[in-house]
Structures are given as structure tokens and as C-alpha cells.
């Protein structure tokens, strides 16, 4: 293969991923309610309606709540988790760690069918802390990999030379752990966050008929037929999404967030 | 990871998240496991009990259809998206650190999408007023534009689209590891550069690339919403079926023992990747 068929690839595949976003970033542009492509009598009045819907703003606030808090959640508790495993490699800190990691790797249905009948159990169905939990416990995946990952790359002679100085463990926790894996704590957040705010089935599963996400919205919507508000909507989504994914790649070294072990030595 | 200094931390730090996770993780799996052997109250939810009637319901051939369904979509899409990923994650890897930074953003925010956003963009696009309906019947290949959506097709694209950006993502890290210049020696050596892919990348990566199929199947395994947007009924998955027995037709025992069943499967091939990763290793 050449450079240029190299190329001409990936941008295919690019576009073929691109497509059904600009279809409906067009749709959102329909000056009629109409879902046509290319968008006719252009206008911007869907994105204006949408602020002014009450029954699209309640679902956004939810879902901000939502996303906000599980986030934070579930990067507290990553944070001890993951120092745990990193400073012991016992049997104990691996059975945490897969733990950890579980509820992400599996089908999102079968959390979501465990959290309902918790939540059944524990009487707290429907209500909106039942989905900042359950959320929270399935994003701390995310903050536990990118903060073990912060972990992993700090020079341990820095610690050595602390605990020489004389540093108590709580010392070196403060100011020389904690400096060094804030900017993967940050990243741990806001790819908790972005999730969450985009997570159905959990939500629905958990409180879907009291606690209205945008999410549950969108598709309690498409039942009652396609508006431009759900392209507003979903263009929201996508570009809140580019924008934190971007920040990230801006800021910090998103290839070797993901796992790429050459880049940037 | 760097040999860390030991340690660094106290031991209690570590009974917050272990507590929170038994609660909120582990007792739910319990709940779950005890409710698939409960007896169905009809119209409210269960009662304790110990039967196996929600799981001798799998042996039947309105069961066997759904899992065949699932599996055939699922292997479909991995299959794919594998094929698919793994050319595009080798050239990934060798463009500039910033060309890559930017496509994996692309890549990361297409995943991160909700599947409802996904269903509905694809189901526009699949439409007879929007998108690819449009574009034939412009381009003259059809008469008039026509709708795509429901269909097996429109569910297997949507299964692709989901799967793609994730195939990437887990091929990444193994592919990013492989030395460039092995490709390059065997070019030197008078390899046409797709023999040297062919004879040398592939087989190289041949355990990252099975691992990933397997990861991508249980990833599209948990393929909820699509379906019900993309599919017509007889393309309901198992995790379909899941949310609606326990949603709308209130029978939450067998949606747990369908739930069960996923699980097992799930961790099962999860398993069979974890002990490939350590075969290579070895």
C-alpha cells in the first residue's frame, strides 16, 4: 500500500463514521418539522426551541446533574482503589482492580438488570440517587485505568528521595503523588462524564418512567415521530464530546492515555 | 508499570472502594442470581423461591432463535469491524503524533455517542427523505429514493458503526507496540508491501487481532436500543429481550436468567482472551 492509499483510507472510513452526524446536523437545520436532507428553508429556530421547551430542559438538567455527581463519584472512589493497587501487587489488589474493571467490560444490560433489582430491593427504585450510584459504579472503570495509567509513569526515585528527606506517607501522598496523577484524575472525570450524560439502558432500567435523561428522552421521542429537536439535541452531544476529547488531546497525551507506549518519549 | 516503592499508601485506604463495590457491584449479581431462580408473581415482580423454570425456558425453539440471532449479528459485526479496524489501526499508528491525536478524538467521541443518538442519526440516514435514499435515486443507480430502515442491513450497519471506533481503540495498544521497522526489513529484503503486511504485520499481531474479534462480540452482544430503532422483531437480540421482560413484560425472574446466561457467556470468552493475552506472553 502507498502513503496515499494509506491515507485514502482512513479518511474513507472517517467519513463513513462522519456521515450519520452531518445528516443530522443538516436535519437540525430544517426550517420546516421535517427531517429532510439536505435541509430545506434553512434556520436555526430548533436550536432556540429547545431552550424554550420545558419538557426538553428537565431531561438536560437531569442528565447534568446526573453526569456531574456520578462522575465524582466514581472518580473518588478509583482514586484509593488505584493507589492501592499500584503501591501493593498482592492477590487482594488484583481481585479490586478486576473489580474494577468488570462493569465495563461486560454487556451494560446485565449492570443494569442487577441494579434494578437492587434497587427494587433497597426501595430507592426511581429515584435520582438510584442513578447517580448505579452510573458512578459503572464509570469508575474509566478514572481507575487513566489514574493507574498516571501512576504508572512516575519515576519512583522521586518517592525514594521524599521518604529520604524524611517525608511521612501522608507527605508524599500530597505533594508528590497526588501534583503528578491530578491531570489524569481530570481526565478520568470528563471521560466519566461524557459517558454518563450519553448512558440509556442503566438509567432507564433504574428510575427510566421518574428520572427523565436526555437519552430516555430522545427515544421516548422517537416513538411519537422524528423532530429537528432530536438533530439539535444529538449535535449538542457530538460537539460537547469533541470538545472534551479535543481538551484532552490539547492538554494531555491522549495516545498514550489509550495505550500507546511510543509516543512522545 | 514501573516497580512501584512499597508502601506508598496505607493499608485501610483501600476499604472505601473494596466496600463500595461489594455493595453496590457484587450484591446486585447476588440479588440478580437469586431472582432468576424466584417465582414470577404475574403483573407485580417476584417472590422468593427456588425454581428453575425461567431457565428450562431457554430450552425451546422461540429461545434458540433469539441466540442464534444474537450470535449471528454479533459475530457478523466483529468479523467486520476487525477486518475493517485492523488496516486502519496499523496506518494509525504510523502518522504523526498529532494526526493521531486527532483521529482518536474522532474515534473517542463517536464511541462515547449514546446509542439512541445513534440509532435516530442512522435511522435518518437510512430514511427515504434523508441521506442514502436521496443520494442513489440522485445518482440515477434507483428510480425513486426509498427507505432502507428497518432492516437486517440497517441493523448489521448500525452494529458496525457502534464496533468500528471500539475495534480501534482495543487494537491500538498492541499494534502501537509493534516495530515499524520489521514491515520496513522485510520491504528492504523485496517484499511487496502487502506480502510484507500479509507475511510479516499480520501474523505478528495474529493474538491482539483474535482478542480483539472476541471483545467486539461481546461489545455488540450488549446491543440494546439498535434493534428496536434499525431491526425488524424477528432481529431482537438477547439484550433486547432482556430489557423487555423485565420492563414491560414484568417477568423479571426470566429477564435475570437471561441475564445470567449473558454473563456467563461474556466472562466465559473475556476469559478465553485474558488466557490467549498470557499464552502469547509465555
Not at chain 2, 2 to 9: F, H, L, R, V, W
Not at chain 2, 110 to 129: D, K, R, Y
Amino acid at each position: 500500500m502507498t502513503r496515499g492509499v494509506q491515507i485514502a483510507y482512513v479518511l474513507a472510513i472517517l467519513a463513513l463514521l462522519a456521515a450519520p452526524i452531518v445528516v443530522i446536523a443538516g436535519v437540525s437545520l430544517n426550517g420546516q418539522q421535517s427531517l429532510r436532507f439536505p435541509p430545506q428553508e434553512l434556520s436555526l429556530r430548533w436550536y432556540g426551541a429547545l431552550f424554550g421547551a420545558a419538557d426538553w430542559m428537565g431531561p438536560l438538567r437531569n442528565s447534568l446533574v446526573i453526569a456531574a455527581t456520578s462522575a465524582l463519584l466514581a472518580v473518588t472512589v478509583a482514586l484509593p482503589l488505584a493507589l492501592h493497587v499500584w503501591s501493593r501487587d498482592t492477590w487482594v489488589s488484583r481481585a479490586l482492580y478486576t473489580l474494577g474493571v468488570a462493569p465495563f467490560m461486560l454487556p451494560p444490560v446485565i449492570s443494569a438488570l442487577g441494579f434494578l433489582v437492587f434497587w427494587v430491593s433497597a426501595g430507592l427504585y426511581g429515584q435520582i440517587w438510584a442513578t447517580i450510584i448505579s452510573h458512578g459504579v459503572f464509570l469508575v472503570t474509566l478514572p481507575l485505568v487513566t489514574i493507574s495509567l498516571g501512576l504508572a509513569g512516575i519515576d519512583r526515585t522521586l518517592v525514594e528521595a521524599a521518604r529520604t528527606m524524611g517525608a511521612t506517607q501522608g507527605q508524599i501522598l500530597r505533594t508528590v503523588i497526588l501534583p503528578l496523577i491530578v491531570p489524569y484524575m481530570i481526565s478520568g472525570y470528563a471521560f466519566a462524564f461524557v459517558l454518563s450524560l450519553n448512558e440509556y439502558i442503566i438509567a432507564y432500567m433504574v428510575a427510566g418512567f421518574t428520572v427523565e435523561t436526555l437519552p430516555i428522552k430522545i427515544f421516548n421521542s422517537l416513538r411519537y415521530g422524528y423532530t429537528p429537536i432530536m438533530g439539535v439535541v444529538s449535535v449538542m452531544f457530538i460537539a460537547l464530546a469533541v470538545l472534551v476529547f479535543g481538551l484532552i488531546g490539547k492538554f494531555g497525551n491522549l495516545p498514550r492515555l489509550l495505550g500507546a507506549d511510543r509516543i512522545g518519549d | 508499570m514501573s516497580a512501584p516503592p512499597e508502601k506508598t499508601t496505607p493499608g485501610w485506604l483501600a476499604a472505601l472502594p473494596a466496600a463500595w463495590l461489594a455493595v453496590f457491584f457484587l450484591i446486585p449479581f447476588a440479588i440478580m442470581l437469586s431472582v432468576s431462580v424466584a417465582h414470577r408473581v404475574p403483573g407485580g415482580f417476584f417472590e422468593p423461591g427456588f425454581e428453575m423454570g425461567s431457565y428450562l425456558r431457554f430450552v425451546s425453539v422461540f429461545f434458540g432463535q433469539i441466540l442464534l440471532t444474537s450470535i449471528l449479528f454479533s459475530a457478523a459485526a466483529a468479523v467486520i469491524c476487525v477486518t475493517l479496524a485492523f488496516p486502519f489501526t496499523v496506518i494509525l499508528t504510523r502518522l504523526s503524533g498529532r494526526a493521531q491525536t486527532v483521529v482518536l478524538v474522532v474515534l473517542l467521541a463517536v464511541l462515547s455517542l449514546s446509542e439512541v443518538i445513534i440509532g435516530f442519526a442512522l435511522s435518518t440516514l437510512l430514511s427515504q427523505t434523508a441521506g442514502v435514499g436521496n443520494l442513489l435515486a440522485w445518482l440515477g443507480l434507483i428510480e425513486q429514493s426509498r427507505a432502507f430502515t428497518p432492516s437486517f442491513f440497517a441493523l448489521l450497519v448500525g452494529m458496525c458503526y457502534l464496533g468500528l471506533p471500539y475495534a480501534v481503540l482495543v487494537l491500538y495498544p498492541p499494534v502501537s507496540r509493534l516495530d515499524p521497522e520489521l514491515g520496513e526489513a522485510a520491504r528492504m529484503m523485496g517484499a511487496a508491501p502487502f506480502t510484507a503486511f500479509r507475511t510479516v504485520t499480520v501474523p505478528l499481531l495474529r493474538t491482539p487481532i483474535f482478542g480483539a474479534l472476541i471483545l467486539v462480540f461481546v461489545f455488540t452482544l450488549g446491543v440494546y436500543l439498535l434493534p428496536q430503532v434499525l431491526g425488524r422483531p424477528q432481529h431482537w437480540t438477547l439484550s433486547v429481550h432482556i430489557t423487555d421482560q423485565a420492563i414491560f413484560q414484568s417477568n423479571l425472574p426470566f429477564a435475570a436468567a437471561m441475564a445470567v446466561l449473558l454473563l456467563l457467556v461474556s466472562l466465559a470468552m473475556v476469559g478465553l482472551t485474558l488466557l490467549l493475552g498470557r499464552g502469547a506472553r509465555a
